[in-house]
């Protein structure tokens, strides 16, 4: 901060001085005509010298972004001559408009970032991909200011390097035509004549030319991705999609209420992943565990003595008849009176407009405008020695035990594997968390971590953090987890493993390797901003594209990929990204938006953060749940809300709150003056907002005010 206040003041001082001093006087063309004879006998006598002097004055007046550059390009060309002078003067302003690009990001580029948040993400993805095509155009056009130019690009994450060369290379055309102008000086009466409308013309051509042909090398792109396929004359339908999980029933929703021909195709079971193996038997079993939780816990109740007499396999049912009641949301009968076609069958793309699908029945071939992948993804098994001999549990698998395991040993200590592992400790088995990070729920905040691993403990899970699995093997008929933990071996043994280190998207087995769509880095189906993938009518959402897994952006992103498939013709839409919340329900709860502490540093966003405890919540003292709290990150000195997360009882529901704020750019101020009805849970998000007050509380005004007081009571 100290650095960049003074950075600042040497900036303001050495312009003020530029104007307290009339300095500009001297980059006039009048001067330069009167001081030509003199600065050539310097020059004469002194020609290095004169060459640095220049170099460091066209420097120090483009870094500062001061007036009479085109001046002294012109003064280039009248003393050093055509070439020498284009030479000086293309280093010399390449290296000023980087010293003010660089200022400009250095003070200002934090300031930005914490206004624009997670929306300048995409912003900055944009400006890699296409900023210097637009830099190049911008410097090439001598109708932009060049001042303006470096420092609007300081502000965006383009890269010095490339800010560099493509502004020498940009405004060396340019650069010629004034230094040549400069080296017949004595003919020029005014700096806007050097530019003619038709050489003006030719700039905005050339400069437009990069940007035409980047269009025209993307063009060609998509023309080499269709050429060995045969267009179909007419189409059965404007979208087929493939997958009825969240992603796929919400893309065929939207499809039909905009009266599109859309069909469904689901190979296994309809509601996919959330509905069968997901969020829906997880947070059912959650609820049974919860209640056996709370048995344990009669006393604080006020209940002598409580217990209960329970089958496992019941409560197994009790989540499979969970899945039943929740099954005709999204079963086949829905959808088609809905307006969906929906085939039970495989689907395959075999070319970018047909969708052949394997049913009970036959083959059959679709004809589609548009396609939309929305095929999920699947638990990760990593390649670790002997897995394939113990016979494992997934997230698919588990809902079928019937039998309590004795001893779980619980693969990965991320979100799903620690709400298994809570309800499994609380059934009663001995669980066994193996971790490979020092702590469970990584991407929390090490606070939220602790506060899950003290509850974890406190009921009996065993945490082996910092333990990496090595093999599996079987000694004495026991199974055993050899892994390693600070360098050392360590053996442990259990009766069932449940592998939860994460979930891989498909993009395997229905044509997408045949056709060539593209794969991300993380290995998803990669997709643009609109969800298209490299086929721009074949569009991807859910878990096969990522970035995140949940059913809500899932949900979110098909709203997308089916607008954009059916309508992107006219008009795309960006998907955004910029407030998406989630929840990971153990007990406690912990739900987040925007950022945490971790994330704000990871990223250099500079923040301040409140916290309030929600011990101290009347509603959660009578609740016996008195723990937790609510933590804002907000912009420094303002009530911004960057991110918020909560742990505690039903924080997934009250974050509800937070995300909406974010969404629609409500402050704390706002928050806490909104009533809350007492005593409720909710109560913790107006009363985070009113820490957040008390620390901005102006000091000053409140010690006269007190003074006020005083005075008034006589
Ligand atoms: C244990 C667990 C708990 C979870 N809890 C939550 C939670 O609480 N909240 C939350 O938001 N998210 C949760 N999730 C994540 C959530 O389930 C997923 O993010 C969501 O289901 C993704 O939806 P999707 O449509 O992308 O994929 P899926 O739901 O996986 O649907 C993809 C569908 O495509 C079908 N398919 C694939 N290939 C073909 C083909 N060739 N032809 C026809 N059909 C095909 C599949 O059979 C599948 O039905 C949880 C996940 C798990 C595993």
Redesign the pocket.
Same mark, same amino acid.
């Given at each position: 901060m100290k650095t960049r206040i003074l950075l600042l003041l040497a900036i303001a001082t050495s312009i003020a001085a530029f104007f307290i001093f009339d300095l500009g006087q001297y980059l006039t063309l009048e001067a330069l005509e009167s001081q030509q004879a003199a600065i050539e006998s310097y020059r004469r006598a002194h020609p290095g010298l004169t060459a640095v002097i220049y170099t460091l004055v066209y420097i120090a007046v483009t870094a500062l972004s001061l007036p009479g550059a085109a001046v002294l390009t012109l003064a280039g060309g009248a003393i050093f001559g055509l070439l020498w002078g284009t030479v000086v003067v293309s280093f010399a302003s390449s290296i000023g408009a980087t010293l003010a690009f660089l200022a400009t990001r250095f003070l200002f580029r934090d300031a930005v970032e914490a206004r624009l948040g997670d929306r300048l993400q995409a912003i900055d993805e944009g400006i890699n991909r296409d900023g210097p095509f637009y830099l190049f155009t911008l410097r090439l056009v001598p109708l932009f200011p060049f001042f303006m130019i470096n420092l609007a690009m300081g502000l965006t994450a383009l890269r010095i390097w490339t800010f560099y060369w493509v502004s020498q290379v940009g405004m060396l055309a340019g650069t010629i035509v004034y230094v040549n102008a400069g080296t017949q000086l004595a003919k020029i009466d005014s700096l806007s004549g050097i530019l003619s409308p038709a050489l003006l013309g030719s700039f905005v051509l050339l400069g437009l030319f990069p940007l035409l042909a980047k269009k025209v090398v993307e063009g060609v792109k998509v023309m080499k991705v269709y050429q060995k396929w045969q267009r179909p004359k007419r189409f059965d339908n404007n979208l087929v999609v $493939? %997958?009825? *999980?969240? %992603? *796929?029933?919400v893309t065929a929703y939207i499809a039909a209420a905009v009266k599109a021909k859309v069909t469904l $195709? &689901?190979?296994?079971?309809?509601? *996919? !992943? =959330?509905?069968?193996?997901? =969020?829906v038997?997880?947070?059912a079993l959650i609820r049974s565990a919860k209640w056996l939780s709370h048995l344990q816990r009669s006393k604080e109740f006020g209940i002598k003595q409580a217990s209960a007499d329970f089958d496992f396999a019941d409560i197994m049912e009790r989540v499979q008849s969970v899945i039943k009641t929740v099954e005709p949301h999204d079963s086949i009968k829905r959808y088609t009176e809905l307006g969906v076609d929906v085939i039970e %069958? &495989? /689907?395959?793309i075999i070319s970018p407009w047909e969708v052949q @699908?394997k049913t009970a029945e036959g083959i059959q071939i679709l004809t589609t405008r548009s396609i939309v992948i929305? /095929?999920?993804?699947?638990?990760f098994v990593p390649p670790i020695s002997g897995i394939e001999t113990i016979d494992y549990l997934t997230? !698919?698998t588990v809902w079928n035990l019937r039998i309590l395991p004795r001893r779980l040993l619980i693969l990965g200590g991320g979100? $799903?594997g620690s &709400?298994?592992a809570q309800c499994f400790a609380r059934f009663g088995s001995q669980v066994i968390v193996v971790e490979m990070a020092p702590r469970l729920l990584v991407r929390e905040d090490s606070d939220v971590s602790e506060a899950v691993m003290a509850h974890f403990k406190q009921e009996g899970a065993d945490l082996r953090l910092e333990h990496t699995a090595k093999a599996f093997i079987v000694e004495n008929g026991e199974k055993i987890l050899v892994a390693e933990h600070q360098g050392k071996q360590v053996k442990i043994p259990f009766d069932q493993v449940l592998v939860a280190i994460g979930?891989a998207a498909?993009v395997e087995?229905?044509g997408a390797e045949e056709l060539g769509i593209a794969l991300s880095p993380r290995k998803t189906i990669a997709t643009d901003a609109f969800q298209a993938t490299n086929y721009p009518n074949i569009y991807a =959402?859910? !878990? @096969?594209a990522g970035p995140?897994?949940?059913?809500?952006? /899932?949900a979110h992103q098909a709203w997308y990929a089916a607008v954009n498939a059916l309508f992107g013709q006219f008009k795309k839409f960006r998907t955004d990204y910029s407030v998406i919340p989630?929840?990971t329900?153990t007990d406690p709860e912990v739900a987040r938006v925007g950022l945490n502490e971790q994330d704000a540093k990871e990223r250099g966003v500079r923040y301040e953060v409140v916290t309030y405890g929600i011990d101290d919540l009347d509603r959660a003292i009578a609740d016996g749940e008195a723990h937790g709290f609510v933590k804002v990150l907000t912009q420094p000195g303002k009530d911004k809300i960057l991110g918020v997360t909560i742990v505690g009882e039903h924080a997934g529901d009250l974050i509800a709150e937070f995300v909406l704020a974010m969404k629609h750019g409500i402050g704390l101020n706002k928050m806490l003056g909104t009533i809350h009805i007492y005593p409720t849970l909710a109560e913790a998000n107006k009363y985070a907002a009113g820490v957040w007050k008390r620390t901005h509380a102006p000091q000053g005004l409140l010690r006269w005010l007190e003074r006020l007081h005083a005075w008034r009571r006589g």
């Open positions: $493939i %997958g009825a *999980g969240s %992603g *796929g029933l $195709i &689901e190979k296994h079971k309809m509601g *996919g !992943d =959330c509905l069968n193996t997901g =969020c038997p997880s947070k %069958g &495989e /689907a395959k @699908v929305a /095929a999920g993804a699947r638990p997230s !698919d979100p $799903i &709400e298994l979930r498909n087995g229905y =959402c859910g !878990d @096969v995140y897994q949940f059913t809500h952006t /899932a989630w929840s329900f």
